[in-house]
């Protein structure tokens, strides 16, 4: 069983700056992908960020690309997603996800790719 553990939401000001972190613990599991998703308030989760484990390759949304930056520690089982330039619109719920079989870079963007989730992390901008 994989367990995610997402920290370091909170509130903050608008272009204000947060990162946050997901760390992955399992008995026996071998990383290929993880991401990042949000839930915005009264929305569908949608798809954030993501990063392939070993070569370290990068997928955004057009919505957050400039903005945003997935990053990992393959020493620490652990995937972090730097947000700058906050906006009110980025006011969220964050889950951290992943997956250990590789389905294709178009699916690195679907939740349906993932097999694991954490509980996610709110994450509040005021204006």
């Known amino acids: 069983q994989v367990q995610l553990v997402e920290s370091g939401g909170g509130l903050v000001q608008a272009g204000g700056s947060l990162r946050l972190s997901c760390a992955a613990s399992a008995r026996t599991f071998s990383v290929y992908i993880m991401g990042w998703f949000r839930r915005p308030p009264g929305k569908e989760r949608e798809f954030v960020a993501a990063i392939t484990w070993s070569g370290g390759s990068t997928y955004y949304a057009d919505s957050v690309k400039g903005r945003f930056t997935i990053s990992r520690d393959n020493a620490k089982n652990t995937v972090y997603l730097q947000i700058n330039s906050l906006k009110p619109e980025d006011t969220a719920v964050y889950y951290c996800?992943?997956?250990?079989?590789?389905?294709?870079?178009?699916?690195?963007?679907?939740?349906?790719?993932?097999?694991?989730w954490g509980q996610g992390t709110q994450v509040i901008v005021s204006s």
């Open positions: 996800a992943t997956d250990e079989y590789n389905r294709g870079s178009y699916s690195y963007y679907q939740e349906w790719s993932y097999s694991y």
